[in-house]
C-alpha cells in the first residue's frame, strides 16, 4: 500500500435527497432553458457565475428562504462554478448541488435549516469565512455528501452540520466541522484536513455526541495524506468499533478526543508513510485507544509517535520499514501481537508500558540493526519472545511467571542504568544480556514472596554473567526463599540482603582480580544463603551482622586473606581455604552435621603452607567431617613425621563440638592418621600414625599382584637401588618413595606373605 495513496470514492449508504419534477422540461431543454415542475425551485442557468444574479436563475431570481435551489439539474450547471459573494447572507429551504458543479461562498454566509445536498462526482461546496456576517458558523445546514463529492472547508472556516447530515463523499480543508446529532453521526466517506492545517469534527458543541467513524459501509475513513496535516475528532463515544483505515502523512496528526475511548477493531489500519528522507514525525494523540489490527510504517524512515494511552491486543499486527521509528510515549497496555521491524526501525515504549505474550522481532541482534526499547516504567508478565535486539533503560518489574526468549536482551539498557524489580518467577533465557557482552551494570532487585526469583540461563550454559551494579535481594524469616538461578553469576558489584533467607542458587564468584565485590549479609538474624559453587575472592569487601550460610548443596571456597568482617560463617555443606594454603577470618564459625571442612596441609606454617581459620569473638563450634589433604608448597607433596602439629583454627572465643570422626588422609606414599585436639580457643591436627599407602602390599616389591614375598622381590630392590618415587614404583617394598634397606626389612617381616 502506497504511504499516501488517493482515496477513491466510497459507496453511499443513505443521504436524504430532494427530487423535484420538471414540468415540460424536455421542450424547455430544447431551447437551453429549463423549469422546475412547482413554484419555489430554482435551477442554475448561468454556467459560471455569480449566485446573487438573478439572471442566473430560472425562474428568473436570486433563491430565498422559501426557495428550493438546484446547480447541476440541467446542462447550464453541469460542471459550473457558482459563486456567492456580495451580500453577508444567503438562504434557501433546499439545495443541491450535483453533476459536478461547485458553490462558493466566496465570504458570504450559507445559512439554513434545510438540507444542502451534494450528489455526484466531483459536486462540492466550497466554504469560506465571512467577516461580515452575523452567524459564527459560516455554512449550516443539513448537509449530505454523497459518494463522490465533497465539502470543502477553506481558511479555518467554521461548519455546522445539523442534526441528519450524513457524510459519503469528502470533508477536505481546515476550521472546525461541528456536528449537531442526537443520534449517532455516519460517516461512511472521508476526513481530509490541508496539509499543515486543522480539520476538528467535533459531535454538538459540548463534544458530547457519538460518531460512527467508519459508517455503516465499514469504509468511512481518515485521510491525512497531506504532510503535516491534523485531524481532531471530538465526541464522547464511537458508535462502534473503527474497522476501516486511518492514514498519516509525514508530520500530520491526529487527535481523537473520544471520552469514551475507542477501539480499532482487527479489520482496521492505522498506516503512516515514510520517503527515504527525515521527515517531521506523525503523531496519533487524544483519548485511549485500542488496537486489534494492523499498525503500518510503510515506505522508509517514517516516524510515528502514539502519544494517547493504548491498549494493543494479542491480534495485532505491528509492521516498520527500514529505518522507521514507532513510538508508544503513553500508558500502553501490550496485551500480545507480533511487532516486526525491518532493517535499523526501532520501537520505543517511552512511556509506562504492561508487556505480556508478545513477540518482538528486529533485523538483526546489532543495534544499528534496530531496536526494541522499553524506556519508562515497564512490567513483564507471561512468555515474551524477542528476535534480534532489545533493551530496557528505565524501571521494570514482573509481576505472575515470567519468562523472556531472547537473542541479546540488554537488560542495562543503553545507559547501563536500568532498573529490574523481580517480584515474580522470571526467567530469562538469551544469548548474552548486553550488547557485547553480558556485564550488567544497573539495579536489580529480587523480594516479596517465596515465588519471587530471577533465572538468567544464556545459550551456553558455561557462560558466566556480571553483576557490575547492585542487587538486592530479600526473604521471608522463617524459610529460604530462592532468590537466583541459572548461569554462574560473578559479583564485582554490590550484594544485599536486606532480611530474611534468601537463596543464591547459582553459582558465584565475588570479585575479580581488579574488580571487588561489595556484599552485606544483613542485619542480625539475617541469612545470605549459598547453594551453589562460591569462590570467594580476598578482595572481597564484606559488611552487615548477618549469617553468610554455605548450604548442604554449596561448596563454597574462601581466598586466602578473605575476612568477612563482622559476617558470621555457617557451613552446612562443604568449605575450604584456597586454592592452595591461605588463611581466612571470620567473627564466629558454625559448622553442621552433614557438613565437610576441606583442610589443605603443605608445611609447617599456617596461612602460606597449611590453612587456617581465624575466628574473632564468636564461638566457634563443629561437627560433621574434618577433610585433611596433603599439598605441594614447592617442595612435593607434604609427608608429615609422626607427631607433627598444625593449628587449623584459632578463636578469641571458645571452641565447641567435636567433628564426627579423626581424618585419614591418603597419598600415594602413605597413610596418615590424624589426632584433632580441641583447645579452649583452638583446633590443632597431630600426626598419629602413619601407614602403607592405599593398595600397597607390605613387602611386595615387585608390585605383582597374587604374588608372594619372596626372593624376587629381594632380586627387584637390587635392581632399583636408591631410586625414588610416589611409591608405586618397582622395588619400593614399603611404599615410601624409596628404595633403601626399609624396604629389605619389610620384606622379611613380611616373608611369605601373599599379595591380593
Known sequence: MHPLRTPAPLSVRARRARTSTLGAAAILACAGLAAPAVAGDKSWTGFNGGWFNAGNWFPNGVPGAGDDAYIGNIPQGINAIVGMGGPPTATFNFLQVSNGATLDSNGTEIVSTGQANLVGANSRIIARPSGAGPNFYDLQAIINIGAGARLEMRNNVPVRMLDGSTNSGEVVGSGLLQIIDTNSFNNNGLFIPDAHELLTVRINAAGDGEIDLDGASGNGSLFLNN?????????????????????????????????????????SEIEAGGFGIPAPTSILDGDEVSIAGDLNLTGTMAKLDVNADAVLEPTITVSAGADCDLQFAGTTDVQGGTFDLADGATLVFSGQADVTGAVFTTFGPAPADGAVAFEGSTQFSGTNGFSGYARTDGVSSTSGNTTINAEIFDLDGNSGNGVWNVA???????????????????????????????????????????????????????????????????????????????????????????????????????????????????????????????????????EDGVDLNTSLLYNNGTVSVGPGSGSATVPGFFQGAGATWSVDIGGSTPGTEHDQLVVGVEDATVGGTLEVNLIDTGMGILAPSIGAKFTILTTQGSVAGQFDADPVTETAIATYYWDVVYLADSIVLVVDDIGPAPGCCPGNAQKDEGGEVDFGDITAVLMHWLESGDGSEPGDANCDGMVDFNDITSILENWGNACP
Open 227 to 267: 504532510a503535516g496535516a491534523q485531524l481532531d475528532v471530538i465526541a464522547q463515544s464511537l458508535a462502534d468499533d473503527f474497522s476501516s483505515y486511518a492514514l498519516l502523512a509525514p508530520g500530520a496528526e491526529l487527535t481523537m478526543a473520544i471520552a469514551d475511548g475507542w477501539r480499532a477493531d482487527a479489520s
Open 424 to 558: 515474580s518467577i522470571t526467567t530469562v533465557n538469551a544469548e548474552r544480556i548486553d550488547v557485547n557482552n553480558n556485564i550488567f551494570n544497573g539495579d536489580i532487585t529480587v523480594a516479596g514472596g517465596i515465588l519471587s526469583r530471577l533465572a538468567i540461563n544464556l545459550d551456553d550454559p558455561g557462560d558466566p554473567w556480571v553483576m557490575d551494579g547492585s542487587m538486592t535481594v530479600s526473604g521471608l524469616t522463617h524459610l529460604p526463599e530462592q532468590r537466583l538461578t541459572g548461569n554462574e553469576v560473578i559479583v564485582t558489584g554490590s550484594l544485599e540482603n536486606t532480611g530474611g533467607r534468601p537463596v543464591v542458587s547459582a553459582d558465584a564468584q565475588f570479585s575479580t582480580a581488579g574488580s571487588p565485590a561489595s556484599v552485606n549479609t544483613g542485619p542480625v538474624g539475617a541469612e545470605l544463603i549459598m547453594s551453589g559453587a562460591t569462590s570467594i575472592l580476598a578482595n572481597t569487601g564484606f559488611s552487615g551482622f548477618g549469617t553468610l550460610v554455605n548450604s548442604g548443596s554449596g561448596e563454597m571456597s574462601l
